[in-house]
């Protein structure tokens, strides 16, 4: 009698990898219907994640590459918003996609605006408890990032074509010029929904390192942040969105 | 098997009446026209993040009592339980405070990948002690009951050795959990397997049945020639599916019950509808309970 790992290794690999159909007819066709559900579950999953790439490649372009998809990168958690994260990698390096450059920017888009629909709650600090650290002490300072924050740098301008696809706009769309440089973007979650806003290059790179945990001093010494009014107006608004959840004082300055 | 520990479930209990299943396209009517409905039911794992989808739902629990119906804690995974997964439900009974939390009698997770569909466990001594461990674990964590619903399923293995309804009663008699009785995937499964619904239904023992679940189902002729009803609960429920329904309200009393539909989610009305059919069958019952009595 067969073990039940044994025997749940074996369906898997009967529900997931694509291979000759067995000879037992019967069994094929009964599988098959797990099979169906297995793959169609997990293609809704990602159109959900995904409306915009869905949009610009259509419905069964997208369903086609999803089932290679699938059966390369099953899910590693059983709750479907976590589903996807490679998504935007694998259109990367899939052959059929390559005509459309910017797409993968597009997915990697979605997914920071996925994880901001769904990541978990957590309350902004508490900014009078920071000020009571003193100046002397705020280089030393570094912080927590609210989970729902992420920080990207893409080659193309996804967040236009973003807006564009899925406003039908194809007058933006056609303004959209694919060569005007790398953009900056930090995607969050606010009272209103998630926000996409496009940062300088500056202000991306020190509010990146800070998301890396680096004290105030070493983002600052790492990036071309002005220091005064721009930096000062920077962390505020930072501070006043919520987009630290915590911090500590444990980096020494350097003298 | 030692005698476990015998968890009560919630102190708020849901009314003996009909819910529905609440999905994502009436999140928005349910929480501006809050309609004439006993409780809600809606899949754990969609709330497992925060932000405005939990956000409705707690919007949604002020108004409701609530069900957590899970889809993916795979009970029947012979590697064990993600510690990951059961943590982040018990984060979401304490903030929810469901009147139920149910779970499947299947499993969808092997080497660490899950498969997205509640997939049939052979029904054998080991696969038993698997399901009673993970029933107890997460009773455990949870510090509370659950119920196992049983499943629809396609196909049956060889070397299963214990019928689908003495596994699962035996599962309530040996965690102390309670039993979701799903009417349809009873009639999907004796139809698919040539088992009498009614002996199945017999056989589950009445003081454990927490809920009963009711939802269409579609049929289909395999390539073979075999007719074989599938569980997608995308349709009004089945006349015959009716029947079975009202034979579990003789066997077990009224119990709370629930209409699912989870594909082609029609209008909000047309649910309201289908529980309006439940409470019909329902309120019959209880007549006939005072009758007895």
């Given at each position: 009698?067969?073990a039940?790992l044994?025997?749940?290794h074996?369906?898997?690999?009967?529900?997931l990898?694509?291979?000759?159909?067995?000879?037992?007819?019967?069994?094929?066709?009964?599988?098959?219907?797990?099979?169906?559900?297995v793959?169609?579950?997990l293609?809704?999953?990602?159109r959900?994640s995904?409306p915009?790439?869905?949009?610009?490649v259509?419905a069964?372009?997208?369903?086609?590459?999803a089932?290679e998809?699938?059966?390369?990168?099953?899910?590693?958690?059983?709750?479907l918003?976590?589903y996807?994260?490679r998504?935007?990698?694998?259109l990367?390096?899939?052959?059929?996609?390559a005509t459309?450059?910017?797409l993968p920017d597009?997915?990697?888009?979605?997914?920071a605006?996925n994880r901001?629909l769904?990541?978990a709650?957590?309350?902004?600090i508490?900014?009078?408890?920071?000020?009571s650290?003193?100046?002397a002490?705020?280089?030393?300072v570094?912080f927590?990032?609210?989970?729902?924050?992420?920080?990207?740098?893409?080659a193309f301008?996804?967040?236009?074509?973003?807006r564009?696809?899925?406003?039908?706009?194809s007058?933006a769309?056609?303004r959209?010029?694919?060569t005007?440089?790398?953009?900056?973007?930090?995607?969050e979650?606010?009272a209103?929904?998630?926000?996409?806003?496009?940062?300088t290059?500056w202000?991306?790179?020190?509010?990146?390192?800070?998301?890396q945990g680096k004290?105030?001093?070493?983002?600052?010494d790492?990036?071309?942040?002005?220091?005064?009014?721009?930096?000062?107006?920077l962390?505020a608004?930072h501070?006043?969105?919520?987009?630290f959840?915590?911090?500590?004082?444990?980096?020494e300055?350097k003298s | 098997?030692?005698?476990?520990?015998r968890?009560?479930?919630?102190t708020s209990?849901?009314?003996?009446?009909?819910?529905?299943g609440l999905?994502?396209?009436?999140?928005?009517q349910?929480?501006e026209?809050t309609?004439?409905v006993a409780w809600?039911e809606?899949h754990s794992e969609n709330?497992f993040?925060?932000?405005t989808?939990r956000?409705?739902?707690?919007?949604v629990?002020r108004?409701?009592?609530v069900?957590?119906?899970?889809?993916?804690?795979?009970?029947g995974?012979?590697?064990?339980?993600?510690?990951g997964?059961?943590r982040r439900?018990?984060d979401?009974?304490d903030i929810?405070?469901?009147?139920?939390?149910?779970?499947h009698?299947?499993?969808?997770?092997?080497?660490?990948?899950?498969?997205?569909?509640?997939?049939?466990l052979?029904?054998?001594?080991?696969?038993?002690?698997?399901v009673?461990?993970?029933?107890q674990?997460?009773?455990e964590t949870?510090?509370r009951?659950?119920l196992v619903?049983?499943?629809?399923?396609?196909l049956?293995?060889?070397h299963?050795?214990?019928p689908?309804?003495e596994?699962?009663?035996e599962?309530a008699?040996?965690?102390?959990?309670?039993?979701?009785?799903?009417?349809?995937?009873i009639?999907?499964?004796?139809?698919?397997h040539?088992?009498?619904?009614?002996?199945?239904?017999?056989?589950?023992?009445?003081?454990?049945i927490?809920?009963?679940?009711l939802?269409g189902?579609?049929v289909?002729?395999?390539?073979?020639?075999r007719?074989?009803?599938i569980d997608d609960?995308?349709?009004?429920?089945a006349?015959?599916v009716?029947?079975?329904?009202e034979?579990?309200?003789?066997?077990?009393?009224?119990?709370?019950?629930l209409?699912?539909?989870?594909t082609?989610v029609?209008a909000l009305?047309?649910l309201?509808?289908?529980?309006?059919?439940?409470n019909?069958r329902?309120?019959?019952a209880?007549q006939?309970d005072a009758?007895?009595?």
């Open positions: 009698m067969p039940l044994e025997v749940q074996s369906m898997r690999q009967r529900l990898v694509p291979g000759p159909p067995n000879a037992d007819l019967l069994q094929e066709e009964v599988l098959a219907i797990y099979r169906n559900t793959t169609s579950t293609v809704y999953a990602l959900l995904y915009a790439v869905l949009r610009v259509g069964e372009f997208f369903e086609g590459a089932h998809f699938i059966a390369a990168h099953a899910p590693r958690s059983a709750c918003n976590d996807g994260d998504w935007p990698d694998f990367a390096q899939f052959a059929p996609a459309l450059p910017y597009v997915g990697r888009l979605e997914w605006i901001a769904h990541a709650d957590a309350a902004g508490d900014i009078t408890r920071l000020a650290l003193g100046d002490a705020l280089p030393g570094s927590a990032v609210h989970p729902a924050l992420s920080l990207l740098q893409l301008p996804a967040d236009s074509i973003w564009a696809v899925l406003d039908q706009d007058a769309m056609a959209i010029d694919l005007s440089g790398p953009v900056q973007l930090l995607i979650r606010d209103h929904g998630v926000q996409v806003r496009r940062l290059a202000a991306w790179e020190f509010t990146r390192s800070l998301a004290p105030l001093h070493a983002a600052l790492e990036t071309a942040a002005p220091e005064g009014d721009a930096l000062n107006a962390l608004d501070l006043s969105s919520g987009r959840i915590d911090f500590s004082c444990t980096g300055p | 098997m030692n005698e476990s520990i968890y009560s479930s919630a209990p849901v009314p003996v009446s009909a819910g529905i999905r994502f396209p009436h999140h928005r349910v929480l026209t309609p004439p809600l809606v709330f993040g925060g932000g989808v956000q409705t739902l707690l919007n629990r108004h409701y009592p069900s957590l119906h899970g889809v993916g804690l795979s009970l995974s012979a590697e064990g339980l993600d510690p997964h059961l439900l018990a979401l009974v929810v405070e469901p009147s139920l939390v149910s779970e009698l299947s499993w969808s997770v092997v080497g660490g990948e899950y498969l997205a569909d509640l997939l049939p052979p029904m054998t001594d080991e696969a038993l002690q698997v009673c461990r993970h029933v674990q997460t009773q949870l510090q009951q659950i619903e049983n499943p629809s399923t396609y049956q293995f060889q299963s050795s214990i689908e309804w596994f699962i009663a599962v008699r040996r965690t102390g959990c309670g039993l979701l009785c799903d009417v349809n995937n009639y999907v499964s004796a139809c698919n040539g088992w009498d619904a009614d002996l199945y239904l017999r056989n589950l023992p009445a003081r454990a927490g809920e009963i679940h939802a189902h579609a289909r002729t395999l390539d073979s020639g007719t074989i009803r609960h995308g349709s009004r429920v006349p015959e009716w029947s079975l329904f034979q579990a309200l003789r066997l077990f009393g009224p119990k709370p019950t209409i699912e539909w989870d082609d029609p009305g047309v309201l509808d289908e529980a309006g059919l439940a019909e329902l309120r019959a209880r006939a009758c007895a009595a």
